[in-house]
């Protein structure tokens, strides 16, 4: 059995690695900076959780994790140490997920968000945050795209001593009220 992290942020390895090493992470990460897991999985929110056995299968639903909490830091200890899936988890065993072909909007979303990348790493953070504005409007329940363009425009919500989610919230519900308005 083995396990990797995977983290997923635009911004590269500067700013995922701290928070594995504050998690006290010990075994293998992967820093997702181009989102190449998410279109696999077609996962559209972070943080959320895949566990993925040796097969490529997944094994329990794709979801939310917070390891601090029981019964999900339990569970995962149980199954990265023996094998054995969580009852818990069987809606999933045997299920294998991949991406197929994204839809237009999901894939012009997704060249916007490519763009942004090349952008931030020329140093260009507002017109990587104007890209990430683009691909959140052709996909608005993609949380991922979201959630980077928050992180560039107020870093303090997301990389300071803990991740605000209550701003989210309240930043969500404000773009959901504009988008109905639309």
Request: proline residues 5%.
């Amino acid at each position: 059995m083995s396990v990797v992290s995977i983290a997923q942020d635009l911004q590269g390895p500067s700013v995922a690695i701290p928070w594995l090493r504050r998690a006290g992470v010990t075994f293998p990460s992967v820093i997702d900076q181009f989102n190449v897991v998410g279109k696999f999985f077609k996962l559209k929110a972070i943080p959320i959780g895949i566990l993925v056995d040796e097969d490529g299968r997944l094994v329990r639903p794709v979801g939310g994790v917070d390891i601090d909490r029981e019964p999900f830091s339990k569970e995962v200890t149980v199954w990265a140490e023996t094998g054995e899936i969580p009852e818990s988890w069987s809606t999933a065993k045997g299920q294998h997920q991949s991406a197929g072909a994204a839809d237009p909007s999901e894939a012009e979303a997704d060249v916007h968000f490519q763009r942004a990348i090349v952008y931030l790493h020329n140093g260009e953070r507002a017109a990587a945050i104007k890209e990430l504005g683009r691909a959140y409007r052709l996909d608005p329940a993609n949380y991922i795209i979201r959630k980077q363009r928050w992180a560039l425009e107020a870093p303090e919500m997301f990389y300071a001593d803990r991740v605000d989610y209550e701003w989210q919230r309240r930043r969500q519900a404000a773009e959901d009220a504009v988008l109905a308005d639309q």
